[in-house]
Nanobody, 123 residues
Framework: QVQLVESGGGLVQAGGSLTLSCAAS????????MGWYRQAPGKQRELVAA???????????TYAPSAKGRFTVSRDYAQNTVYLQMNSLKPEDTAVYYC?????????????WGKGILVTVSS
């Protein structure tokens, strides 16, 4: 079993930055994919950014088009933590952000989810 706990959300003005953290516990070492997903009101959950790989030498990152160039996902394998550095935030980035872990970065590949954390970007 794997537990995921998100932190770092909150309210920020447009153009600002936030860093989200997701601490994983349990049997996480063999789970290749970890990442960030978000769900805005009235919309479906979507991939933001994720990493697939069990070590620093074989990881592959995936970004949603809306996140490319503004967000950076990283994974600390020693600390079992995945981060999302978000820069140049826009009001449309407002959503509940979820940490996920599983066999593949796609939504259907996620086996475990955190409870989610709210990010609000004001205009």
């Amino acid at each position: 079993q794997v537990q995921l706990v998100e932190s770092g959300g909150g309210l920020v003005q447009a153009g600002g930055s936030l860093t989200l953290s997701c601490a994983a516990s349990g049997n996480i070492d063999s789970i290749p994919a970890m990442g960030w997903y978000r769900q805005a009101p009235g919309k479906q959950r979507e991939l933001v950014a994720a990493i697939n790989g069990v070590s620093n030498t074989d990881q592959v990152t995936t970004y949603a088009p809306s996140a490319k160039g503004r967000f950076t996902v990283s994974r600390d394998y020693a600390q079992n933590t995945v981060y999302l550095q978000m820069n140049s935030l826009k009001p449309e980035d407002t959503a509940v952000y979820y940490c996920g872990a599983g066999a593949d970065v796609g939504l259907r590949g996620m086996d475990y989810w955190g409870k989610g954390i709210l990010v609000t970007v004001s205009s």
